[in-house]
């Protein structure tokens, strides 16, 4: 199958049992009649009025930019080879892309995104969302490929869709030993507790991109000790499945939480459709650069005026002093193997690839 995936049901023509035509919404969602083709994106059938509740939902929830690794910063503290070395594709993808977004596309995105429940990279229902009033069902490890994760060819590759999806519920302070310092709790546990100052910028950098949240306060949560757990060990990650999960997570939340990932959601439509004329992008992403890093005290400045990231202590960090050198040695949690699930309600810790929304708290 190409990477189309299973294209379905135009909802913006007639039905074929029927003759009738869906509903028009486009007044009550508030796209002007003589926007012909504009107005597919708001096109919804009478049936679907769990789309137009979400959609009312998210009419009231402002957009968030995201932000991206600045090399420039990098290369000025001298951490470019070191950021390259272990942080590799397709996560070095997601966290240097340069995104903007439609608001037209987030709207109806996110009022029709289904994300199958433990499902395998490659069914191909595994995600499902309208675009352009067409409903779409594609495989998570195709939603990689079309927002430009991986190629295509690269799709069925263990790196890119074999890779880690959570950390068994009974390791996460096993993980956090090997990178910080203290206790961890993924509800209040800070950056500044990394050892590694590389760390703390690549978590600041989560925090805008792959695992984008508002005012995330430097918490470092699971979402984000998953991704710092795969860098340190070198494990592989399954970043199309983090970043789906993630906009499943955004799509459930509520005001005044801003509708986030609108990137790669625009990086996705725009392989369907043609954006209409009458639709706007939004500004590029912005990035991580000294400014904040020296707002997060990440910056140390020497009397000959170069600069180096430095330790909590205020003290300059010395490269050879990499957390890698001196991490306690443990077992690193086993990759994840897909394998047919029984109840969808059973607990992630039982196999399945899904978080148990039962405790959203600690993800978000």
Known sequence: MGILGNRRLDTGSCSASTGACPADFSQTWGVPAEHGMAKKFTRFNASELAAQARYDVLRTRPEENPRQVCMDTLEAVNQIDRFNNIVTSPLQVALCTRLHSVHEYNMEFYSTFVLKARADPFDNDGVEFHCGGTVYSISIAQFGAIVGLYSEEDAGDEENTGGLREIPENQPQAVWTQIGEGHYNPSRTKSTQLRDPLYRYIHRVL??????????????????????????????????????????????????????????????????????????????????????????????????????????????????????????????????????????????????????????????
């Open 207 to 364: 925090s805008y991109s792959l695992c984008q949240r508002h005012d995330s306060g430097g918490v470092v949560g699971l979402r984000d000790l998953l991704v710092l757990h795969c860098i340190h060990n070198r494990v592989n990650l399954d970043v199309p499945y983090l970043l789906l999960r993630n906009m499943h997570l955004n799509q459930l939340a509520t005001p005044p939480t801003p509708i986030l990932f609108g990137g790669w959601i625009y990086r996705l439509f725009k392989h369907f459709v043609r954006m209409p004329r009458s639709f706007q992008k939004g500004p590029w992403s912005g990035k991580v650069d000294m400014v904040i890093c020296r707002s997060m005290n990440l910056i140390y400045e020497a009397d000959d005026g170069t600069v180096s990231f430095q330790t909590v202590q205020g003290h300059a960090w010395n490269p050879q002093e990499a957390l890698v050198l001196h991490a306690p040695h443990i077992h690193p949690p086993p990759q994840y193997h897909y394998q047919h699930h029984g109840d969808p309600g059973q607990s992630s810790s039982q196999g399945g690839g899904f978080p148990n929304f039962q405790s959203l708290h600690d993800l978000l």
